[in-house]
């Protein structure tokens, strides 16, 4: 199996397991007696392992090497897994939340991402890169969309096997820690193309490469801001308690969600090769934002499931064309680097707000994140068009008579 396959089958069963906490950690938090304020905890400390995960890699990924690296951090997510079925007391959660780095955003978007990225572009001409990502995001969102189905598997051992509430959530946390597990074994297949033979590039990144990533980095901390309000446990937290639907109702919701997000990056491609890579970026983000904002004031859950899917068909366009983007607009040695410090941005501040998100669902209104959420992320597409409408990537740039 080459190189990239292996990273696609990889990500895509750590998208399953992704896919499946994202929808059900809220939830199954609730089931043991767990307050929003103490599910915004929870959520943010996982989120905030992934985030030193994240640190690690971009500053000693290279140097460790690229497929241990992988290795490790799988095997840590599985045993994150384990322990989470065994720990009931909120400082214990947390503590395995953060270790394990727990995902509650619904989305994959850890460690692991930076070093598949920094990888991908090296197996593929530059006119191939943009599809290349394109698929290797089609293919982590149809496994969030099947994890988002796995979350259904409490109900059904409840209905089909008599199994208690809990132990029907053990058991679906068992799966997630066994699908990192198979993902870890994955890895070790990776040849050594994979590693970078060139030296740590984060003291020498280029003057150009330097300036890019300081912008876009400053733009994507407010953009990650906003998502952290907006990720998945919270979001299906949401409309559990909104609209009194029960967790399979809500796996089928994100089941399509995600199914949405796959084709959409099919199409982002399409777009981008037409209308750029920062254009695609924007002008499909802003109209998703404001749907979102509709979602709280739907009056049925059908008219919000709608509406929340309509907006999934949207959100994710700027995903293969963001990472594109930076891998493009950097030299290959500091693709490493440059993939790492843009994720730790975000997972910085995915990480964060979950604190504060848990806190405003309790003392101020259950909707008071998407709200806050979608409107940064409007400002984000106005700045981010604003700075790099004009900065394009090679294949973009008029050749020279």
Same mark, same amino acid.
């Given at each position: 199996?080459?190189?990239?396959?292996?990273?696609?089958?990889?990500?895509?069963?750590?998208?399953?397991?992704?896919?499946?906490?994202g929808?059900?950690?809220?939830?199954?938090?609730?089931?043991?007696?767990?307050?929003?304020?103490?599910?915004?905890?929870?959520?943010?400390s996982?989120?905030?392992?992934?985030?030193?995960?994240?640190?690690?890699?971009?500053?000693?990924?290279?140097?460790?090497?690229?497929? /241990?690296?992988?290795?490790?951090?799988?095997?840590?997510s599985?045993?994150?897994?384990?322990?989470?079925?065994?720990?009931?007391?909120?400082t214990? !959660?947390?503590?395995?939340?953060?270790?394990?780095?727990?995902?509650?955003?619904?989305?994959?978007?850890?460690?692991?991402?930076? #070093?598949?990225?920094?990888i991908?572009?090296g197996?593929v001409?530059?006119?191939?890169?943009t599809?290349?990502?394109? /698929?290797?995001?089609?293919?982590?969102?149809?496994?969030?969309?099947l994890?988002?189905?796995?979350?259904?598997?409490?109900?059904?051992?409840r209905e089909?096997?008599?199994?208690?509430?809990?132990?029907?959530?053990?058991?679906?946390?068992?799966?997630?820690?066994? %699908?990192?597990?198979?993902?870890?074994?994955?890895?070790?297949?990776?040849?050594?193309?994979?590693?970078?033979?060139?030296?740590t590039?984060?003291?020498?990144?280029?003057?150009?490469s330097?300036?890019?990533?300081?912008?876009?980095?400053?733009?994507?901390a407010?953009?990650?801001?906003?998502?952290?309000?907006?990720?998945?446990?919270? %979001?299906?937290?949401?409309?559990?308690?909104?609209?009194?639907?029960?967790?399979?109702?809500?796996?089928i919701? $994100?089941?399509?969600?995600?199914?949405?997000?796959?084709?959409?990056?099919?199409?982002?491609? /399409?777009?981008?090769?037409? $209308?750029?890579?920062v254009?695609?970026?924007?002008?499909?983000?802003?109209?998703?934002?404001?749907?979102?904002?509709? !979602?709280?004031?739907?009056?049925?859950?059908?008219?919000?499931?709608? #509406?929340f899917?309509?907006?999934?068909?949207?959100? +994710?366009?700027d995903?293969?064309?963001?990472?594109?983007y930076?891998?493009?607009?950097?030299?290959? +040695? +500091?693709?490493?680097?440059?993939?790492?410090?843009?994720?730790?941005?975000?997972?910085?501040? /995915?990480?964060?707000a979950?604190?504060?998100a848990?806190?405003?669902?309790?003392?101020?209104?259950?909707?008071?994140?998407?709200?806050?959420?979608?409107g940064?992320?409007?400002?984000y597409?106005?700045?981010?068009?604003?700075? $790099?409408?004009?900065?394009?990537?090679?294949?973009?740039?008029?050749? !020279?008579?």
């Amino acid at each position: 199996m080459s190189d990239r396959l292996i990273l696609y089958a990889a990500a895509f069963l750590r998208a399953l397991a992704t896919g499946l906490m994202g929808v059900l950690l809220g939830i199954y938090l609730d089931k043991i007696a767990f307050t929003p304020a103490e599910i915004g905890l929870v959520i943010g400390s996982g989120l905030t392992g992934a985030a030193l995960s994240t640190l690690i890699v971009t500053f000693l990924g290279d140097r460790l090497g690229r497929r /241990w690296s992988l290795l490790v951090i799988g095997v840590a997510s599985a045993a994150g897994g384990v322990a989470l079925i065994v720990t009931s007391s909120i400082t214990a !959660v947390c503590v395995v939340a953060f270790i394990g780095m727990v995902n509650g955003m619904g989305r994959d978007r850890g460690a692991s991402l930076v #070093l598949e990225q920094a990888i991908l572009p090296g197996t593929v001409t530059p006119e191939r890169r943009t599809r290349v990502f394109a /698929w290797y995001n089609v293919l982590q969102d149809m496994g969030h969309a099947l994890g988002g189905v796995l979350a259904a598997m409490p109900v059904m051992l409840r209905e089909t096997a008599g199994a208690g509430v809990l132990a029907s959530f053990h058991a679906t946390v068992a799966v997630y820690a066994g %699908l990192f597990l198979l993902s870890a074994l994955l890895y070790s297949g990776l040849s050594s193309a994979v590693e970078t033979h060139e030296p740590t590039a984060t003291a020498k990144l280029a003057p150009h490469s330097r300036r890019v990533l300081w912008k876009i980095s400053s733009l994507f901390a407010l953009d990650s801001l906003a998502g952290g309000f907006l990720g998945t446990a919270l %979001l299906a937290y949401f409309f559990y308690q909104r609209f009194a639907v029960d967790e399979a109702t809500i796996a089928i919701l $994100f089941f399509f969600a995600r199914v949405a997000n796959a084709a959409s990056h099919l199409g982002a491609a /399409w777009l981008a090769a037409r $209308f750029g890579l920062v254009n695609t970026m924007v002008f499909t983000h802003i109209p998703s934002s404001i749907l979102l904002m509709t !979602v709280p004031f739907a009056p049925s859950f059908e008219v919000a499931a709608l #509406l929340f899917l309509l907006r999934e068909g949207l959100v +994710e366009m700027d995903v293969p064309t963001r990472q594109s983007y930076i891998m493009a607009m950097v030299r290959p +040695e +500091e693709r490493t680097f440059a993939s790492g410090i843009t994720h730790l941005v975000r997972m910085g501040g /995915w990480a964060t707000a979950p604190f504060f998100a848990g806190f405003l669902m309790q003392g101020l209104a259950l909707a008071t994140p998407l709200l806050i959420g979608a409107g940064m992320k409007i400002v984000y597409d106005i700045a981010l068009y604003k700075a $790099f409408r004009h900065l394009k990537p090679p294949e973009e740039q008029l050749p !020279v008579r």
